[in-house]
């Protein structure tokens, strides 16, 4: 009878053991932003691919609408404190941890958010891009340049001289100061009060992020012109990447860098232009697409912004350098 109960024990031993070892390791992914196209294009199938990609060995849940925390500029800390285990990070918001991203926010570099994505990760797969390692980096992103919004203030680059913008950071500051206006700090649930009270003459922003925070609602006029590329990224705790087994780790790779940039490319590139026709077709709005000639004329100024960065120091300089010979071989394939 005792051998009996003895295997029983070790037989259940046994089973509570492979029961253990099938759980998978849950990791919690902190998205501050609303649900719309970036979590529904990107972050949703980056989530679903990696978890059937693991069978069983971790499960990513994402914790949407700032359920973690909403506060964009406390993301990356969040991830270093293991409040979350990956979060998508506005990098210019993290408030200097990201200092080598600073490149990739310089005012008239890329033409779009294809080229400032593709860039951008090349960069960071080349190890340009230092300062990350407290974090194992799924993807890098950008933008593409963000442009003026007002309420009818702004139509032409001649227009900006004198104009009271809202900035998104200091090198957007700076640029906005070059173009002659005057670079205001907001943060974004400031932006829709101040402009309906007239606070600021405009505001700098992207298509998605007008309608996605409701600045669409008090701007009716959009001088859609090239000003500072806005880095975004999925940033994952490095000591927790390094402890997942090694399905997880492999999965997670498989899915990120350029699949990252190409997911975003595909679903964000053709919403951002989907989202400029929808403000076109609008008779309530005027839409004013800057000429090639007002382009040069903007690009001319920030020549001072990008001189004045660079010569902080001697990492700017190899920083910038890397940069202008990335964008140049991407414009030659």
Known sequence: MKVFRSG???LALLLSSAA???????????????????YSLLLKPFVEAVNKEAKGAIQIEIFGNGALGRNPVQQAQMVADGVADLAWVILPQSRGRFRDTEVLELPGVFRDLEE??????????KGHLQGFDEYYVVGLVGTGPTSIHSRGQITSFDAIKGKKVRAGGAIESSAIRAMGGVPVGLTINEIVEAVGRGNVDGITALPSTLFDFGFVSVVNT????????????ILMNKKKFDSLPIEGQDAIRKFSGDWIAQKFNAGLGPYYLQLVKQLQDDPKRKVVIASDAEIAQAEASFRTVIDEWAAQNDRNKVLLKSLIDEV?????R
């Open 8 to 10: 029983l024990l070790l």
């Open 20 to 38: 253990a070892q099938a759980e998978p390791v849950k990791l919690r992914f902190a998205v501050f932003i609303p649900e719309g196209p970036t």
């Open 116 to 125: 400032a994505t593709n860039v951008s990760t090349h960069l960071l797969k």
């Open 222 to 233: 959009h001088y859609f012109t090239r000003i500072g590329n806005l880095p975004m990224a």
């Open 328 to 332: 140049a071989t991407l414009r030659k």
